[in-house]
C-alpha cells in the first residue's frame, strides 16, 4: 500500500487552481493527467477520484457516507443547512432506503412512460414558438423550458411559479461544493430554503384536501406497509426534485447539442436515423456529464487504488472526469453515438443513483428528436461556451442559428 507522496507542484497547483475556478474551458486534459498521475489525488478539499472503479466504490460502499459530508457542507448555514444535509438524499443507510422507496413509486419506469405525450407536447410548443427564429440558445430557449415546465407540470405547480421554484434549485447546484459557499451564497441559500419550504408545505396542504392523479397526491399516498412520509420529509423531497430535475437536465441537453454539432457527421447521422436519438443521448450524457456526484466521508480507512484515503476525510469524484476512463471505454474521448451502451456514470450508482434518470432521458429524447426533425440545419454560433462553475459542467449558453431562414423573414 502507498503512503501518499508529494505530487509535482504543478499538478497539485492545477488541480487546486481548477478546484477553485469559475468553470474550466477543457478539464478532460487535466482529468487525463490526474488519472494517469494518481488517480486517487489528494487536494486540499479531500481526495479526488479519477478512475471509473473509485467513482463506483465512491457512491456504492456504504463505508464511504454522505450524511456526515452535508453536515459539513451545509452545517455554516445554520438551522437551514441542517435542514438540507437531512434530505433524503443527503442520508444514508436504512433512514435513506426508506424515503427512496417511497419516493421511487412516483418515478418508476411505467409511471414516468405515462409522461411521454406531456413532454412531447411541451417540447412542440417549445419549437412552435421558435419557428421563426432565426437564433437561438439551446439552454435557454429550449432545455431550460422543457425542463422546469416538465418538473412543474408534473408536480402541479402552476405557470407562475416554474421560474421561481427553478430559482430555489439553482441557487445550490452551481455551487463549488468541494471549496465551500460564500457568505453571501449562504445567504442567498438560506432564503432559498425558507421559502421553498413554506411553498410546498402550503402545496402539500392543498394536495392532501383535494388529492388528484398527479405526482403529488401519489407521493402523498405514497406508502410501505403503515409507513409513510412525514410532511417534513415530503417538503424536503420536493425541494430536492425541483434541485435535481431541472438546471441537470437543461445543462445535459447543452452539453450533448454542443458535441453533436460540433460533430456534423454525427449530427447528420442522427437526422438519417432517428433511432439513434436512444444511444445518442447516452452518448451525450457519458461524453460531457453535467451532473456531479455528492462529496463523502470516509467512515474508516479505505484503501483504493493503491491509496488509504484516511477516516473522517473527504472523497469526491467527477463524474464528468470517470466516463472517459480508457479502462471503461475504448477510445474514450471519441464522441460516437453508435457506441454499445456501456453503463456510464452519469446518474452515479448504487444506493443513491438518480431517481429521475428515466424521466431526464425522457425528456433528453424528446429535445433532442424534435430539434433533429424541426431544425436539422442548425449550426454553432460560438466555437467554445463559456462554462458557468468548476462543479457542476455547466455552459453559460449556446447559441445556435438557423441557416435556412433569411434575415429578412425571421426574429432573433
Ligand atoms: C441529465 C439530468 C440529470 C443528471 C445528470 C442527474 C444526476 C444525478 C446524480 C449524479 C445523482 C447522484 C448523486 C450522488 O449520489 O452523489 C442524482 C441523484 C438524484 N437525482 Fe438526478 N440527475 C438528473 C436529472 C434528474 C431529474 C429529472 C430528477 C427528478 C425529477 C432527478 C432527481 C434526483 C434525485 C431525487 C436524486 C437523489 C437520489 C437519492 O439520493 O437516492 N434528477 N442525480
Given amino acids: 500500500m502507498d503512503s501518499i507522496e508529494p505530487k509535482p507542484e504543478s499538478l497539485a497547483d492545477e488541480v487546486a487552481a481548477f478546484l477553485a475556478d469559475n468553470g474550466s474551458r477543457d478539464p478532460h486534459s487535466l482529468f487525463r493527467r490526474v488519472r494517469e498521475t494518481e488517480p486517487v489525488f489528494r487536494t486540499p478539499h479531500g481526495f479526488l477520484l479519477t478512475r471509473f472503479a473509485d467513482a463506483q466504490a465512491l457512491f456504492a460502499d456504504p463505508r464511504f457516507g454522505r450524511h456526515e459530508q452535508a453536515k459539513r457542507e451545509y452545517g455554516p448555514m445554520g438551522d437551514a443547512g441542517l435542514d438540507q444535509a437531512s434530505m433524503f438524499s443527503n442520508l444514508d443507510g436504512e433512514e435513506h432506503r426508506r424515503i427512496r422507496m417511497l419516493v421511487n413509486k412516483a418515478f418508476a419506469p411505467n409511471v414516468v412512460k405515462e409522461w411521454q405525450p406531456l413532454v412531447a407536447k411541451v417540447v412542440a410548443g ?36 416554474y421560474n421561481e421554484c427553478a430559482g430555489w434549485g439553482k441557487v445550490f447546484i452551481n455551487q463549488n461544493r468541494v471549496t465551500g459557499y460564500s457568505a453571501e451564497i449562504k445567504q ?101 456529464t453535467s451532473g456531479r456526484g455528492n462529496p463523502r466521508v470516509a467512515l474508516e480507512d479505505i484503501e483504493l487504488s493503491g491509496t488509504v484515503i484516511p477516516k473522517g476525510s473527504t472523497a469526491f469524484t467527477f463524474v464528468a472526469a470517470v466516463n472517459r476512463d480508457p479502462e471503461r471505454f475504448p477510445d474514450p474521448d471519441r464522441f460516437d453515438i453508435t457506441r454499445p451502451p456501456y453503463m456510464h456514470l452519469a446518474f452515479a450508482y448504487g444506493p443513491h443513483m438518480c431517481i429521475g434518470n428515466h424521466m431526464a432521458r425522457l425528456i433528453l429524447r424528446e429535445c433532442l428528436a424534435a430539434l433533429a426533425a424541426r431544425a436539422p440545419d442548425i449550426e454553432l454560433e460560438i466555437e467554445h461556451p463559456e462554462w458557468r462553475t468548476t462543479w457542476i459542467r455547466a455552459m453559460k449558453g449556446l447559441p445556435v442559428r438557423r441557416n435556412s431562414l433569411s434575415a429578412s423573414t425571421a426574429r432573433r
Wanted: hydrophobic residues 45%; contains cysteine; aromatic residues 6%.
Fill in 188 to 288: 442567498i441559500a438560506v432564503e432559498a430554503v425558507r421559502v421553498a419550504s413554506a411553498y410546498f408545505d402550503a402545496f402539500i396542504e392543498e394536495k392532501t384536501r383535494n388529492p388528484d392523479d398527479r405526482f403529488v397526491s401519489t407521493l402523498i399516498r405514497a406508502q410501505e406497509g403503515k409507513d409513510r412520509l412525514s410532511r417534513d420529509e415530503l417538503i424536503k423531497v420536493l425541494r430536492f426534485i425541483i434541485l435535481g430535475g431541472t438546471d441537470n437536465t437543461a445543462n445535459q441537453l447543452a452539453n450533448g447539442m454542443w458535441h453533436l454539432l460540433r460533430h456534423r457527421d454525427q449530427w447528420e447521422m442522427l437526422k438519417q436515423r432517428p433511432e439513434l436519438v436512444v444511444p445518442a443521448v447516452e452518448e451525450m450524457l457519458r461524453f460531457e
Fill in 126 to 161: 417549445i419549437m412552435d414558438r421558435l419557428e421563426d427564429r432565426a437564433a437561438f440558445d439551446i439552454l435557454a430557449d429550449i432545455g431550460e423550458p422543457a425542463a422546469e415546465t416538465t418538473v412543474c407540470e408534473i408536480m402541479g405547480v402552476p405557470p407562475d411559479k
